[in-house]
């Protein structure tokens, strides 16, 4: 991870060095292992330099080509190399040593404002065209790099993270009311509906899929990227299914073990980061190198108070995970005196905006703190499984079934579903009757269902007009989907690009911070077109959910993994019980909150007293899906964040 910035005149005004001087100075905070610096009269390129790739190492950044006239900072490392050099006629002399950044600059000569959609990787780069007079970037398709800007008449300025930007004189530190509107009306994990507005009215950002091009006073951003369903593939039988998923997905994990420095990969007892694992490993054996894996369990002290078919320690499945596959050194967190209360601030710090996956965060950082003590290039993960190499949820496929009156097909995989999870027909039918036709649920309920209280003030809400927005969107004021069900989600994930900001903006951030690359095999943009064009079949067959990496990772993983259907793990149960010890200053500070006027005009007052009652109660570990307390945690944190930009 590297940290790239830029500052351009539009005036034609020369530059003023001091303007870049401060911009780099405020990147001193993150470690680097080469700092560099490129300017012309109007033009200033900045970069921070990480090195991760062998080739990274020793590069200069800004790189500039004096036969071209053409300066590029950039924050990438590039999947497809093999594929591009081929394309671009590089010499095989040149390719083994050859640089992310002039393989970038090289496509760029090539294919101009198009280079983006011939890129596969994590990236974020400016570009200088001195003969053209113009400044062209891009972000990668999911956003996987952070890449923020000021525009006005005069400037334009760039950063890969957005404090440096507000220490410059010409931008005025104010709040964006609109972001926080769509912050605290949105449910989820998700920051706002507009990818392109930050927290801070002055400063945007380019969204995932997006180029942008600076020329004769112009700002144009572009969307280069749409994932959609396309053509199905359709292959001759289930092993020829296999066998091509097999080989994309060991395309995608091995073009992410490219590291001078030692590989991790965060590890659960699931299926994604399993099979992330064993295909690494994989490769990893041929040339001899080990994998870490990093492993989140709860404290000693915790007592699971979860459902029989959760499982908040997952240690019995990563083991086997572990000593199935081989060639693995295993480490086991449990981040002992950490807790989500206390890490506010810090993580305040490192995202520089407000956050909602609270339960997660003290590990979530944690877990970069202890790969980098390994001396961690690259770490793993399969953050986007569940909607890519994972599909396959066998309900909601049986109600497809129903809907299209496949009665026989629909019998017989319940019946195998049946013995392989448990439960009566008649019951999943009633199931599927309501995931099917959701007028059932409005015509006949069944029980209470589970939200977190809205956190906006209402009046705020209708000053700022946000459902209205939320509406081009499909999004009611639940703030999600109006009627969805997981294929909808499905769909909506890979069409709004807006779903992917608020993840990758910390694996990015955080990467940055810890100096090693956070990179998630299950959101390669080939892996995710090849799982979008399977047929639905694929995903689902004789009553096994997520059938096609069930099957793929058959000799990868463990059948007590591979194969397990009745057991989920839970991570972050015990948030509460870590918070005990800081109780008494988490109630006062709520209490606090429930009378500070600048907070209540833009959160829900009347939920925030309505759930004070239960941080007055002793607290318990069970306490951890209580949504009031989830709902309180959130509006704490919207409150210190508001605290930093008074």
């Keep these: 991870m590297s940290a790239i910035t830029g500052i351009y005149h539009l005036n034609k005004e020369p530059i003023n060095i001091q303007h870049c001087r401060d911009l780099m100075m405020n990147l001193q905070k993150y470690p680097a292992d080469n700092i560099q610096t490129w300017y012309l009269e109007k033009v200033f390129l900045g970069c921070h330099a990480q090195w991760i790739t062998p080739e990274s190492v020793g590069e200069k950044l800004p790189f500039y080509d004096y036969e071209r006239q053409c300066a590029i ?65 891009a972000r990668d398709f999911s956003g996987s790099r952070t890449l923020y800007y000021h525009k006005s008449q005069e400037k334009f300025a760039f950063c890969t993270t957005i404090e440096p930007l507000l220490s410059l004189p010409f931008i005025e530190k104010k709040l ?70 097999q080989s994309v997905f060991q395309e995608a994990v091995t073009s992410r073990l490219r590291t001078h420095k030692n590989v991790g990969a965060q590890l659960s007892g699931g299926l994604d980061s399993g099979a992330v694992v064993g295909f690494a490993v994989k490769k990893l054996q041929m040339e001899k190198r080990p994998l870490h894996t990093f492993s989140y369990i709860p404290p000693k002290d915790f007592r699971d108070f979860t459902p029989k078919y959760l499982l908040a320690d997952e240690r019995i499945y990563i083991q086997s995970t572990v000593d199935h596959i081989g060639g693995i050194t295993d480490h086991y967190c449990d981040f002992k005196g950490k807790d989500s209360f206390s890490e506010i601030d810090d993580f305040l710090e ?24 390994e001396d961690i290039g690259v770490l793993l993960n399969g953050d ?11 309900l909601e496929y049986y109600t497809l079934l129903l809907k299209r009156l496949r009665w026989f097909r629909l019998y017989q995989e319940l019946i195998h579903y049946r013995n392989k999870v448990g439960g009566s027909r008649l019951r999943n039918l009633k199931i599927m009757a309501r995931i ?60 709004d690009i807006f779903q992917w900001n608020a993840g990758n903006t910390l694996a990015a951030k955080l990467s940055l911070r810890h100096s090693l690359w956070k990179r998630d095999p299950t959101n390669d943009i080939r892996v995710v077109q090849f799982c979008l064009s399977l047929p639905e079949g694929q995903y689902v067959q004789n009553g096994l959910d997520r059938a096609l990496i069930r099957k793929s990772t058959e000799n ?31 109630k006062n500070e709520i209490q606090h909150l429930s009378t500070n006027k600048r907070a209540l005009e833009f959160l829900n007052g009347e939920a925030i007293q309505a759930s004070l009652s239960k941080v007055e109660q002793v607290p318990r570990a069970e306490f951890a899906t209580d949504p009031n307390l989830k709902f309180l945690m959130r509006c704490l944190i919207v409150s210190r964040f508001l605290q930093k930009i008074n």
């Design 73 to 137: 900072t950039s924050d990438a490392i590039i999947d497809n190399r093999k594929e591009l050099l081929e394309k671009l006629e590089v010499e095989p002399s040149r390719q083994k040593y050859i640089t992310d950044s002039e393989i970038i600059l090289l496509s760029y000569y090539k294919w101009k404002e198009d280079v983006p959609k011939f890129l596969v990787g994590d990236f974020a780069f400016m570009i200088w065209d001195e003969k053209q007079q113009r400044l062209f970037g």
């Design 176 to 245: 964006n009311e609109q972001w926080l509107a769509e912050f605290l009306a949105i449910s989820g994990m998700i920051d706002a509906v507009d990818s392109s507005i930050t927290p801070y009215q002055n400063i945007e950002q380019l969204p995932p899929s997006h180029s942008i091009l600076i020329e004769e006073n112009n700002v144009i951003v572009k969307r280069y990227s749409y994932l959609t369903q396309g053509k199905r593939l359709q292959l001759k039988s289930n092993e020829e299914y296999i066998e091509a998923f």
């Design 350 to 373: 490192t995202l520089e905006m407000p956050y909602k996956f609270f339960e997660n965060s003290f590990w979530l950082k944690g877990m970069f703190e202890q790969a980098r003590k």
């Design 384 to 394: 986007r499984g569940n909607f890519s190499i994972s599909w396959g949820f066998a």
């Design 436 to 495: 099917g036709f959701p007028i059932i649920n409005r015509m006949f309920p069944e029980g209470t269902p589970y939200t977190i209280p809205s956190l906006i003030n209402p009046d705020f809400a209708e000053k700022m007009d946000v459902y209205n927005k939320f509406k081009e969107y499909g999004i009611d004021r639940t703030g999600w989907y109006s009627n969805s069900n997981l294929f909808n989600e499905r769909k909506k994930h890979f069409e």
């Design 556 to 586: 990868y993983l463990p059948d007590n993994v591979r194969l397990n259907q009745r057991i989920r793990g839970v991570q972050g149960a015990d948030w509460v019980h870590r918070m005990i010890p800081k109780w008494d200053e988490f």
